[in-house]
């Protein structure tokens, strides 16, 4: 599940002519590296990181056609974000506030609670689930003599949880997503 070396790199690619007038990034047209590329797109296509350009739009394919044209979605932007944002360390923890009874009980790991505060650390991040997954961490509230942490959600939160926690998989590790999913219910796909 985690991104390889070139899928990142095509991913940065697919960022940049984001920024660019164009917005798609062409590919597929030179021998030599084709095959490696052609396999990175689609990967990060299966994984809702970029869109391909339709079949219909020959306009998109290139000068030479027989390629492919694809652009970043969002998620493809969040997860480059949270890539970078991996390696520094994550806020320390705000003390929590008493929680609803009426949400669903949870029990997070100090695993799946840094990568949460990690996605809250993404400078000016526009999702709307940053609200969610920042109620979710200001009331966590810490369990004595262990590394775990309780709080209660709605089901939006879960869902931000486990959105987070699957960009943790994809930039680095799979155990947190496996656990959440294991623990709290079946896959949960990111909103588009």
């Known amino acids: 599940m985690s991104l390889l070396p070139d899928q990142w790199s095509l991913l940065e690619e697919l960022a940049a002519a984001h920024a660019s007038a164009a917005g798609w990034l062409h590919g597929g047209h030179d021998e030599g590296d084709r095959r490696r590329r052609n396999s990175a797109v689609q990967a990060l296509a299966r994984e809702q990181l970029c869109e391909l350009a339709p079949a219909g739009r020959p306009e998109l394919a290139g000068p030479r056609g027989g390629g492919w ?6 998620d493809g932007v969040l997860a480059l ?10 806020p320390e923890p705000r003390p929590a506030e008493v929680a609803d009874p009426a949400l669903v009980p949870l029990e997070l790991l ?3 609670m840094e990568p949460l505060r990690r996605f809250l650390a993404i400078p000016d991040l526009g999702d709307a689930r940053v609200v969610l ?3 979710v961490v200001e009331q966590a509230r810490a369990v004595p003599g262990g590394r775990r942490w309780q709080l209660t959600a709605t089901a939006e939160q879960v869902e931000a949880i486990g959105f987070v926690l699957r960009l943790e998989a994809l930039a680095g590790t799979a155990r947190a997503w496996h656990r959440f999913l294991r623990e709290y219910g079946p896959p949960i796909r990111p909103a588009r």
Do not use: L
Not at 69 to 74: D, E
């Open 69 to 74: 044209a694809a652009r970043i979605t969002a």
């Open 81 to 90: 974000q949270y890539r970078r944002r991996r390696g520094q360390p994550a």
């Open 110 to 112: 100090d695993s799946e």
């Open 133 to 135: 997954v920042r109620d």
